[in-house]
């Protein structure tokens, strides 16, 4: 069975860092792509981060290019979102998503996880 359970989320200030999980169980996560996206209410689902099956290409969104970072860890069968240099418009509800392919589209995920909430206050 498929899970990925998310977790690290929390209130942070501006400026501020947080280290975001998504621990994978059901699969080996070094065989697959994996997503990060995130969405707020009233708004679409935007995808944020992902890092490919194989050859371990990542992908950002302009957004926070310079300020996150993806990386897994294929020994504990987990996937890390770096966020450092938080701002306010960072505040959603994060989700990890994954798929056997190596799209990082959010269409193209098959599971995802329940989401974790990361807010970005003063």
């Known amino acids: 069975q498929v899970q990925l359970v998310e977790s690290g989320g929390g209130l942070v200030q501006p400026g501020g ?3 975001l999980s998504c621990a994978a169980s059901g699969f ?3 065989a697959a792509t994996i ?7 009233g708004k679409e689902r ?3 981060s992902c890092i490919r099956r194989s050859d371990g290409s990542t992908y950002y969104a302009d957004s926070v290019k310079g300020r996150f970072t993806i990386s897994r860890d294929n020994a504990k069968n987990t996937v890390y ?4 240099s938080l701002k306010p418009e960072d ?3 994060y989700y990890c998503a994954t798929n056997l392919r190596r799209s990082c589209s959010s269409n193209a995920m098959d ?5 974790t ?3 970005v206050s003063s």
């Open 35 to 41: 997503g990060w996206f995130r969405q707020v209410p």
């Open 17 to 19: 860092s947080l280290r």
């Open 91 to 93: 505040t959603a509800v």
């Open 28 to 30: 080996a996560l070094g």
């Open 111 to 115: 599971y995802w996880g329940q989401g």
């Open 117 to 119: 909430q990361v807010t």
């Open 46 to 48: 935007e995808g944020v």
């Open 81 to 84: 979102l770096e966020m450092n």
